[in-house]
């Protein structure tokens, strides 16, 4: 194992360089000699991005018949190689401090991704490209492609298969493929972040404490912001490619409908914290509500205080010459009029409960 920084020059050198921000710069480039060592394998190296993402780019040999290549099995193959040569050096990565670009997995807000998930290496996808024969034409690898999303001269791109014209722009192509994968994965990662928050509404989600709820909704912002961070920075990163990149990149956008899927994630956003906004909004009636009561049932109380005071007025003081409120006292005894009194702050502190809004 070989870790070193990206060897694609940044910047405006020159057209061989791209400006990107550093959010779309791969932090490191780990070259892996031991997987090498597999007679199939002619190159392997994974690029380490931020978000707890990496991109894995291995050359692999195959049969040269297109009638005989199983793309199942190449799936299949580059799955093994992964889980079996990549969980040792992820379980070293997230073992470490944060430093440099990358951030340790436990400080991330956004997903909670336990060790076992993030250290199993087993790939989201794995995406086949061939190189044109310079003495065969692009029909000839139609079949293998079998649907093609997006066409032009240089890079035919196809669900999972896809065609490189030209050899002469393979590094130009595997740039922006990789740029291209930890953007896509990183949308994919949200998109079931937002999925699994909604799909908890309809279960004890709706059981959160107001301490629990307050949480939710300050992560969810935080959440919601880090949507939007993405898109700027996918927005500078694409401005940022230059030469054949750029025609590139704007390829894999339009295949992958990467519009597309940043108004849904926008969407979804919306529509979490709508539904947030409404469980807060029913958190704080019922809080209010439980407040305005008990302060019904402490004004009931000063009502049966007064009770209290005016059935020891009518023992102290003499009264026979006159009609008023403490003749009720000789009518009833104290303890009817304050059992009453009880009574009657009681149904009006369940009436209030139960017509509030």
């Known amino acids: 194992m070989d870790i070193q920084p990206c060897r694609w020059p940044m910047g405006y050198g020159s057209l061989a360089h791209d400006s990107l921000p550093v959010f779309y710069q791969a932090a490191a480039e780990i070259s892996l000699p031991s997987m090498m060592q597999e007679d199939d394998v002619l190159g392997a190296s994974l690029f380490c991005y931020d978000n707890c993402l990496a991109v894995l780019v291995v050359e692999l040999q195959t049969s040269v018949d297109l009638d005989n290549i199983d793309d199942l099995a190449i799936s299949q193959r580059i799955e093994t190689l992964a889980t ?67 066409a032009s001269d240089l890079f035919l791109l196809g669900s999972g298969n896809s065609l490189l014209c030209d050899y002469a722009h393979l590094a130009d192509i595997q740039r922006v493929m990789v740029l291209s994968q930890f953007h896509a994965a990183l949308m994919l990662r949200t998109e ?70 940043e108004q849904r994630l926008q969407q979804l956003a919306q529509l979490v914290q709508k539904r947030l906004d409404r469980l807060v909004d029913a958190s704080r009636r019922a809080q209010t509500r439980s407040i305005q009561t008990i302060l019904t049932f402490l004004g009931g109380l000063s009502l049966l205080a007064l009770v209290v005071d005016l059935a020891s007025l009518s023992n102290d003081m003499e009264h ?28 009006l502190t369940a009436y209030f409960y139960r017509n509030h809004e």
Request: overall charge negative; aromatic content about 10%; charged content about 20%.
């Open 84 to 150: 079996g040569y990549l969980q040792p050096l992820l379980c070293f990565l997230y073992e470490q401090e944060s430093r440099g670009r990358l951030i340790a997995p436990a400080s991330y807000k956004v997903y909670a991704d336990t060790k076992t998930t993030l250290c199993e290496g087993r790939p989201l996808w794995v995406a086949r490209m061939l190189v044109q024969s310079p003495s065969l034409t692009a029909d000839h690898y139609q079949a293998w492609l079998q649907n093609v999303d997006d």
């Open 320 to 347: 026979n010459e006159t009609v008023g409120i403490l003749d009720l006292f000789t009518l009833l005894s104290a303890e009817n009029v304050l059992s009453v009194t009880v009574l009657i702050v009681v149904l």
């Open 192 to 261: 079931s972040l937002l999925d699994k928050t909604l799909t908890q509404f309809n279960g004890a989600y709706f059981e959160q404490t107001h301490s629990q709820l307050h949480d939710s909704v300050d992560l969810h912002q935080y959440r919601n912001d880090h949507i939007e961070f993405i898109s700027i920075q996918y927005s500078a990163a694409q401005a940022g490619m230059q030469g054949k990149r750029r025609q590139l990149l704007a390829q894999f956008d339009n295949a992958w409908q990467v519009p597309e899927q």
